[in-house]
């Protein structure tokens, strides 16, 4: 699934900007959600893909170390590019996310967008090393999508390497203590995507 994800992405990489602010909704306001509450000084953003969320977090955290780790060189090529000269302050790791990157160092946020959906199989571990990763009260802030009850979409989905079979949430739940958990209906109720923040148990 790995290097099917590494192929799909190497394509994509040219179009996604342009393309997935028509459906990869909840973005801007779970990272304002964290900025409300909480400062974090150290952050890794699991699929961090062309930079976007980055680039944010950067300007809303100044002070904070950011981190960053995605399978595809081609989508970490456009994210350096996006970062412009934030780049060279932001550690960009070419890899996927199979175990723990610094349980000894741990960060204080690590963020999930429209990530979890699209590691299958692996999902489950990849929320479980995010918690070896975080610090004491740490934050785990993700948003994804959650369910479709149209079977033609969900298998669309599917082809483009996404699982929406509402199973992201209950893990979540099980693994953090809920801060914030919001479901959320797109075009209509074609497709539901949740937003959720959670603290390190």
């Not at 950067?58 to 970062?83: H, I, W, Y």
């Not at 918690?131 to 934050?139: E, K, R, T």
Request: aromatic content about 12%; hydrophobic content about 40%; charged content about 15%.
């Amino acid at each position: 699934m790995t290097a099917a994800l590494r192929q799909y992405y190497k394509i994509h990489s040219k179009i996604y900007d342009a393309t997935r602010w028509t459906f990869l909704f909840g973005r801007k306001q779970l990272l304002q959600a964290i900025n409300i509450y909480w400062s974090p000084g150290k952050i890794l953003e699991i699929g961090c893909g062309t930079g976007k969320n980055l680039a944010v977090l950067s300007r809303l955290f100044p002070e904070a170390q950011l981190t960053g780790v995605d399978l595809s060189e081609e989508m970490l090529c456009v994210a350096r590019k996006n970062l412009g000269k934030a780049a060279n302050l932001i550690k960009l790791i070419n890899s996927a996310y199979c175990l723990p990157l610094a349980p000894e160092n741990p960060f204080d946020l690590i963020v999930f967008s429209y990530t979890l959906s699209m590691i299958n199989p692996g999902w489950s571990h990849a929320i479980r090393c995010a918690s070896a990763d975080l610090s004491p009260n740490g934050i785990i802030a993700a948003v994804d999508f959650h369910d479709s009850q149209h079977e033609f979409f969900k298998s669309w989905m599917q082809i483009n390497h996404v699982q929406m079979q509402s199973h992201l949430l209950p893990e979540l739940s099980i693994n953090f203590s809920r801060e914030t958990s919001k479901i959320k209906s797109a075009y209509g109720g074609l497709w539901n995507y949740f937003i959720y923040i959670g603290r390190k148990l």
